[in-house]
C-alpha cells in the first residue's frame, strides 16, 4: 500500500549510510506514493459523498460530441506512449444534453483509461458507439482485448475489488464503483456487456436530467 512504502522508504532515509543519491531516489518514491494516497482517499471521500446522494450536482447544457472529445483527450495522458486506435461511429445527429458534464466525462475518462492501461491486445482499439432513443442515450465502449472472464464479472463495479487474472487487475478497484454510483445519481446506469470480444462497457443515461434539490 502508498502508506507502507512511504513508512519503509522513510525509515531508510534515516539511516546515517544512505548516500546522496539514493536519498533523491527514495524521495521520488516517498512522493509519487504519497500522491498516490492522495488519489484514493479522494476516490473514497468521493465515493462517500455519492453513495449517500450527498453531491450535488452542476446540471449544463452541452454536446455529446464535444464531452466524448475531452475525455478522449484526457485519457490519452495514460501511457501516452502506447499507440491506441479509437473509432467513434458517426453521429446522424448533433445530440445536447442537460446533465452534470462534468461527472459524466469522468465516467467516459475512466472508461477509457482503464482500457489504455489494461487491454492487452497487440494493436489496442476502443470502438466507442452512440445511440439516442426518444430521451435516452446509451454510449458503448468496447476494446479489442481478451475482456474480462465470466467468474470476474460480477465484480467489476464492487468496492476494492481486484479482478486478479484478467486485463483490467490492478488499482485500488475504487474507479468503476465510483462510475456506477454517477451514473446512479444522473439518473442512468453503467453495465458490463459480456460476449464483445473484448472489455466492453454500456453508459446508458437521461439526454436531459431535471435539476433536483442541492444536497445539505
Do not use: W
Amino acid at each position: 500500500t502508498p502508506m507502507t512504502s512511504i513508512r519503509a522508504f522513510s525509515e531508510i532515509l534515516m539511516d546515517d549510510e544512505v548516500t546522496g543519491e539514493e536519498t533523491i531516489r527514495y524521495a521520488r518514491i516517498i512522493h509519487d506514493e504519497s500522491i498516490r494516497l492522495t488519489r484514493l482517499l479522494d476516490d473514497l471521500l468521493d465515493l462517500s459523498v455519492l453513495e449517500n446522494g450527498q453531491v450535488n450536482l452542476d446540471i449544463q447544457e452541452g454536446g455529446l460530441n464535444e464531452l466524448i472529445d475531452r475525455a478522449i483527450m484526457a485519457s490519452a495522458s495514460v501511457l501516452p506512449e502506447r499507440q491506441f486506435t479509437i473509432r467513434r461511429q458517426p453521429l446522424d445527429e448533433a445530440i445536447t444534453l442537460k446533465t452534470d458534464i462534468g461527472r459524466l466525462t469522468q465516467v467516459f475518462i475512466n472508461v477509457l483509461s482503464n482500457a489504455r492501461k489494461y487491454c492487452d491486445a497487440t494493436d489496442p482499439e476502443m470502438r466507442i458507439g452512440v445511440r439516442k432513443r426518444g430521451d435516452r442515450v446509451t454510449v458503448d465502449f468496447i476494446d479489442n482485448g481478451s475482456g474480462i472472464p465470466k467468474k470476474s464479472q460480477a465484480l467489476i463495479f464492487e468496492k476494492f475489488a481486484r479482478l486478479t487474472d484478467t486485463h483490467q487487475a490492478g488499482g485500488a478497484g475504487l474507479g468503476l464503483a465510483i462510475c456506477r454510483e454517477i451514473m446512479l445519481n444522473l439518473g442512468g446506469d453503467i453495465t458490463y456487456l459480456p460476449g464483445q470480444g473484448g472489455a466492453a462497457f454500456r453508459v446508458s443515461f437521461p439526454a436531459r436530467l431535471a435539476a433536483r434539490p442541492r444536497a445539505a
